[in-house]
């Protein structure tokens, strides 16, 4: 099964669209951040229409909304245009078990360091993350690091039990939140704000064939206990020229069918 994939694309920040070579794929999977509320359903609709199209929502939807409110928009606007909307989520294409979830993090990466500086940590990211701004919570609250615990504690939850459900044929895990510390691009790990972009999910490593994420906007391939972990995100602008960005990539993963 030829799966294509991206993150991250921010069409937000591209006034005259942008271009992506055709390439035959049977799935193409979006990692979240394609464009702010139910913009990236619509273009992803459109580009890639009689492909099955996966999306799982990034952080950046969400920006100016209100979580549960475009949460309900996401799910009616993907069904409206027969899109796989992965939120907590799962779906079998051609034997292949696909689960999907932002994921979020539980702002822990580096618990276990004896420099660790959880209070830091959050104080830093609630001041430059523009999530902690413009995101509003449930309540009418504004999105906070606790909220992503939390949202990261239910993913989880759902996660594990679906991992170790019995499936016959592959199992490919989406989500917009990185799963392993070494997903951080390497000039940005150990910095106090990586733990809002990656939690450290190990013990998880091995029970899916592959896990694609987003969120770090630098690309990621390597393998972590038999389970091959991919991003491809497309960046901001001034980050397109990035050689890291590979606009028609294609993984391939084998099945049953």
């Not at 009689?50 to 409110?69: D, K, L």
């Not at 016959?168 to 790990?189: D, Q, T």
């Not at 606009?247 to 993963?253: H, K, N, R, W, Y």
Request: charged share 20%; glycine share 8%.
């Amino acid at each position: 099964m030829r799966l294509r994939i991206f993150s991250d694309l921010h069409l937000e920040h591209f006034d005259e669209g942008l271009y992506l070579p055709d390439v035959t794929a049977d799935v193409v999977i979006l990692a979240g951040d394609i464009h702010t509320g139910t913009q990236g359903l619509h273009w992803a609709a459109s580009r890639f229409s009689g492909v099955p199209i996966i999306y799982v929502p990034g952080n950046h939807e969400y920006y100016n909304h209100s979580m549960s409110a475009l949460r309900a928009d996401l799910s009616f606007e993907a069904k409206r245009f027969g899109i796989h909307l992965l939120d907590n989520a799962s779906v079998n294409i051609g034997g292949v078990k696909f689960l999907g979830s932002t994921l979020w993090t539980d702002f822990e990466l580096y618990a276990n360091r004896p420099d660790n500086n959880a209070a830091f940590t959050y104080k830093k990211a609630v001041s430059v993350m523009p999530d902690f701004r413009i995101i509003e919570q449930p309540d009418g609250m504004i999105y906070t690091p606790e909220e992503s615990q939390r949202l990261h504690n239910r993913a989880i939850k759902w996660l594990e039990k679906e991992l170790a459900s019995p499936y016959a044929g592959p199992k490919v895990v989406i989500s917009h939140h990185a799963p392993l510390a070494n997903c951080i691009p390497v000039y940005y790990r150990g910095d106090a704000l990586s733990p809002a972009f990656a939690s450290d999910l190990a013990w998880l490593m091995g029970k899916a064939e592959l896990w694609v994420h987003g969120h770090v906007h630098e690309a990621v391939d390597f393998e972590c206990m038999g389970t091959r972990i991919i991003a491809n995100p497309g960046g901001y602008p001034y980050e397109f020229e990035s050689p890291s960005f590979v606009p028609d990539l294609v993984v391939e993963i084998a099945t049953t069918c």
